[in-house]
């Protein structure tokens, strides 16, 4: 392929496009951690139609706590980001 140059204007979109799209990608493999994680500890036998007892609220307790987990985590860098300018 040429080298192709882009304008400023360009560049900056391709940015926050690729910034954008590593956005999406990260929430996607956080969902699918979480799906995949409260998923395995919380339904223990062969789904129905139903969830037998106690999934259901296994599944949203484990989706809350990994939640809070990961609102902490955020919190607590960019906490120490703003420390640090």
Known sequence: MDNV??????????????EREQAQARIN????TLTSMCWDKCVT???GSRF????????????DRFMDTSLFIIKTIEGQ?????
């Open 81 to 85: 980001r703003s420390q640090q300018s």
């Open 45 to 47: 036998g062969t789904p």
């Open 29 to 32: 493999s956080t969902v699918h």
């Open 5 to 18: 140059k882009f304008d400023e204007a360009t560049q900056k979109e391709l940015a926050t496009f690729f």
């Open 52 to 63: 037998a007892r106690g999934e259901e609220s296994c599944l949203l307790n484990c989706v």
